[in-house]
Nanobody
Framework: QVELVESGGRSVQAGGSLRLSCAGS????????MAWFRQGPGKEREFVAA????????YYADSVAGRFTLDRDNAKNTVYLQMNSLKSEDTAVYYC????????????????WGQGTQVTVSS
């Protein structure tokens, strides 16, 4: 059963914008943290952004802070990643994840993952 479904990935030119969405199943509704990670070609999976369900506190990787914005709609159990001023180094498969672990930036802390959506930024 797919618990997290990502959408919105596509090819875009550098400087452009994209909005990714991640819809969660009912089982994920109560999980403490929802986040985005990404994995570029030949790279390890890295943290992008996370939001805590109750407080809506958000955290961003330094590489995306000021360019990406994460929003969470608890009623829809959906998170959105607005990506602006995209760069070629943002090219990656973007994964949505959820967990009850507060160690929000560590991939190993997450036990629910989506299948990923490809973002390709061309210069």
């Amino acid at each position: 059963q797919v618990e997290l479904v990502e959408s919105g990935g596509r090819s875009v030119q550098a400087g452009g914008s994209l909005r990714l969405s991640c819809a969660g199943s009912e089982r994920t509704r109560s999980l403490y943290v929802m986040a985005w990670f990404r994995q570029g070609p030949g790279k390890e999976r890295e943290f992008v952004a996370a939001v805590f369900r109750k407080t809506l506190t958000k955290y961003y990787a330094d590489s995306v802070a000021g360019r990406f914005t994460l929003d969470r709609d608890n009623a829809k159990n959906t998170v959105y990643l607005q990506m602006n001023s995209l760069k070629s180094e943002d090219t990656a498969v973007y994964y949505c994840a959820a967990t009850d672990n507060s160690d929000y930036s560590r991939p190993g802390a997450y036990d629910v993952w989506g299948q990923g959506t490809q973002v390709t930024v061309s210069s």
